[in-house]
């Protein structure tokens, strides 16, 4: 049966790419060894580690710009530790935007390293929006923000104009959308959404706002280094790389960012046009926050629960449930997601009308 | 043609774990689904997890012995960070044996935490021995080694006792002897050698020794936030705990450390006879000190060095050269390494003898 999977993260990938990591694994490139047996510092592991590299400024329009790509280890989580140790000066100060459960994680990081302002929250409305009219200090090293909240369902639609570095969050939802990457000074997202398998996290830093901190910073959380050593400064997580290289390659011979871009609003079209017009069905997020990637609905009637669940994972979707924090749904609807999925889900939601 | 990898790592792992990881990327625990799509908190990869911890510690021989076994992300390299973070006190100090590159580069990152005692290096002599003679001051936080050095081919035969924590970086030979590891306080190893592919790593760690060391220690950084949530802080590196489970479990059905013990025994007696034996040829390292699991080994006349590099290449050997510091070859026996393919090598080292 035909599966259609929903997953928040490590989510769905395009079949192609699961059938080339499987063959990689069994003769990478036709050398009768498998890609988890050679050396990193091989010619063809250094060939993918360039290319990947290469090809995230590509999609991201920001070749020749100043900025590197890098692809470290630790998920996002330990970006929320580089960033400050990289960015924020002793005795500065950083502004953090607390839009979702991660953002307050970065924001709890950033704290042990000096003064974190946070300069707009929607904590008190349990997240279901992103806060706005809020300013960031001139004097900020920096700026931080959450560009999707996977839990929450919320999604920045814009981001603010300042002159302190913008550092954001992209882990779920990089790759999605076009927008004027350039924007941003520091890009960093963990690979299990729309880049790859787990195991790896992308970082694209302009090299400008590097070496400013004035801290002694431990070589393995050093961006310069990791710059310097060309994204090998020790053993990089191979097969979650060589993953994200096949992933790209996929989105880049679909027409980039541009042509996925027009699939994700297609599917978010058309579930939220579902949820809003299904009596029995409510969004848990503002209209206007709305996450292209990460739809969060619930029931009206939560006494429609088991019927509506046994009905989903009859049609083969998995991974519906939504987070504790929310409750109800969510319907993550990453790149590799086929418009199909949606379709079957929708198809769900209005045979349920029927059903109750 | 039939290969033999003696790469350095990542390396040759079995076989069979090669079919089964890439059978997971197709079709998981026959859900469906990839192992690549599936959420780190779905049941099948939190037994994943479990059972990996769980046969680690069988292994070792460690277990309900106060110990706990994380899959953690950053290589040895962020190893050498957190353990003085988690260790080593404020105004406190620790002690390190210098005993190769990867030691030294724990060194340097302890420094940056306080005082760093190098109580003991062959640094003068290229490494090419286990310094001897060495003390531990009793005052010391902990006390941190290297049981094999991979690039200059020596193994720690014995650990000094001490009342001070142990701390042990077995990054290179990890699951290849038997030892007392309750000797050890904490055990950490890149997996790219035994253990699995690149991409996580494995910290095996008493618990009585964490809590004390009086820092604020960012999450992803503190052992004890890791336990709490069993290996889970964040969405770990799937695939490569996987693979490693894939590995463990193919270690324990082959009898476990005292079966693969007697296996890398021979391999190794084998061609450090040959070394011994072959008036071609030199051994780099002390002999009392040689590594089973790297033979560092030189030819006596470097103009002999393309008539045998061409020889072995045609015998479908690879990974042979020696690191730039050392020079040579170097032959990297890791488990999974068959005693034929150094049979192979050695039946090259003395056809060499009749081509010169």
Known sequence: ????????????????????????????????????????????FVAVMDQARALVLELLGLEG????????????????????YNLMKVDGKAAYLDTGTWAAGAIKEAKLFGETVVVGSSKDDNYNHIPTGYSIPTDADYFHCTSNNTIFGTQMK????????VVCDMSSDIFSRVLDFSQFDLIYAGAQKNMGPAGTTLVVVKESILGKSGRDIPSMLDYSKHIKAESMYNTPPVFPVYTSLLTLQWLKNLGGIAAIEKQNNAK????????????LFKGAAAVADRSAMNATFLLNDEAHAPIFDEMWKAAGISGL?????????????????PLESVQVLVDVMKALETKV
Do not use: W
């Open 158 to 165: 814009t981001f603010p104009t300042t002159e302190v570095p």
């Open 321 to 337: 449930p939504g987070h504790r924090s929310v409750g109800g749904y969510r319907a993550s609807m990453y790149n590799a997601l």
């Open 65 to 84: 710009k100043g900025y590197q790509a890098l692809f470290l280890a630790g998920g996002a989580s330990l970006e929320f530790v580089m960033i400050p």
């Open 268 to 279: 978010a079209n058309l579930l939220y046009s579902e949820i809003d017009r299904n009596p």
């Open 1 to 44: 049966m035909k599966k259609h999977n929903y997953s928040a993260g490590p989510c769905i990938l395009p079949q192609e790419v699961f059938e080339k990591s499987a063959q990689a694994i069994l003769n990478f490139n036709d050398s009768g060894l498998s890609l988890l047996e050679i050396s990193h510092r091989s010619k063809d």
